[in-house]
């Protein structure tokens, strides 16, 4: 079966309806609809608003009350099936006389799943996968914590242009200029959760807050976790009341992963030190690389990865660049490297 115009149209404007700014990030995914009446004309919109609020089918439903009989929902996630913070979808879509439904990407959660199934019987006509990709991409963390039962992670450091994250008497503010620290916020409030070493607290002492002039203020800061056994020393700026803090008692970088997820976590942004970076890097869970490389030359210092063991060029470790872009400031221009 396959999808007409008006449904593909309909489709590019419930993408974005999905990602609606202020929505808050997190647990639930981001999802968009619109109800189209048999000529093709918009009835209603509506896009889910953060967890525990109505799902997008059924904000859509209620903004078209009895018009929503005989109408075709477009959908950004497959409607879902369960009783969880709200109603199944799928029967209220039933309920609503809704005639057909088009969706792109199918859900994979196992509490809900089932909808198109359920549609289906109730003689529903169900067509799926219309625009696929474009909907795994906005619920790109949310799916990957989905499938792999883990949040993504994504490894951020700063270096001078010979790797050195810190000179040689253990100095390292301010690597980078103000144009990748800003960036670095832009990053940190797209995340849910922050990850140091219980050590950079010591040491560092960072506060891990998306800062407040950020271009888009956050809805909910992330959360700030710290891993390892080391107790934190009171006074830290990251115990202060600005965001949620939670010590992982734990140096295993896959356990600490787990305590996350079940907070239903879904992406970390790992901002330790050589040594955090060391574990995650062995264990294979890096799956997104931020360096930002400044125009600057140490020549002796800590680099941004502790040793790994490695000491032949066969065994080093391979990345593929996605993205290349020179970060100007008023106090200099670093170059910052994405890498997967
Ligand atoms: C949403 N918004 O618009 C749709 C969702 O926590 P619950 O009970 O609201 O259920 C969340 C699950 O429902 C979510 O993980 C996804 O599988 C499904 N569909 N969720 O938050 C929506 N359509
Ligand atoms: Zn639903």
């Known amino acids: 079966m ?7 149209r309909a489709m590019r404007r419930a993408l974005e309806l999905a990602v609606t700014p202020g929505v808050p990030l997190g647990p639930n995914p981001r999802v968009g609809c619109v109800l189209l009446a048999p ?25 078209a009350g009895a018009a929503a009989r005989g109408a075709t929902a477009v959908v950004t996630l497959e409607p879902c099936n369960h009783t969880g913070r709200t109603g199944p979808c799928s029967e209220a879509l039933i309920a609503a006389g809704v005639r057909r439904v088009v969706f792109a990407q199918p859900d994979s959660n196992p509490i809900a799943v089932g909808g198109a199934r359920r549609l289906r019987e109730a003689g529903v006509e169900v067509v799926g996968a219309e625009m696929i990709e474009e909907a795994q991409a906005i619920n790109r963390t949310w799916t990957f914590a989905l499938m792999r039962r883990r949040p993504f992670v994504t490894w951020k450091f700063a270096t001078t242009l010979d790797g050195r994250s810190a000179a040689a008497d253990g100095t390292s503010r301010w690597v980078s200029s103000t144009a990748s620290r800003r960036d670095t916020h832009r990053l940190r409030a797209q995340c849910d959760t922050m990850l140091v070493g219980s050590g950079t607290v010591v040491v560092d002492d960072p506060e891990l807050t998306v800062r407040d002039d950020a271009d888009e203020p956050v809805a909910v800061q992330p959360l700030r976790a710290v891993m390892g056994l080391r107790d934190l020393p009171a006074g830290r700026r990251i115990l202060n009341d600005r965001a949620e803090t939670v010590h992982l008692r734990t140096r295993d970088p896959r356990e600490a992963l787990a305590m996350l997820h079940e907070r239903q976590r879904q992406h970390v942004f790992l901002e330790g030190g050589p040594t955090l970076a060391r574990a995650f890097l062995e264990a294979d869970l890096v799956d997104e690389v931020v360096a930002y490389v400044a125009p600057m030359l140490l020549g002796s210092g800590a680099s941004a990865v502790a040793d790994l063991g490695i000491t032949t060029m066969t065994d080093a470790l391979h990345l593929h660049v996605t993205d290349v872009t020179v970060l100007q400031g008023h106090d200099g221009e670093d170059t910052n490297v994405r890498l997967t």
């Open 2 to 8: 396959t999808t007409n115009d008006a449904e593909r």
């Open 39 to 63: 000529d093709g004309s918009t009835i209603a919109e509506g896009f889910h608003r953060g967890a525990g609020t109505p799902h997008a089918e059924a904000a859509a439903l209620a903004e």
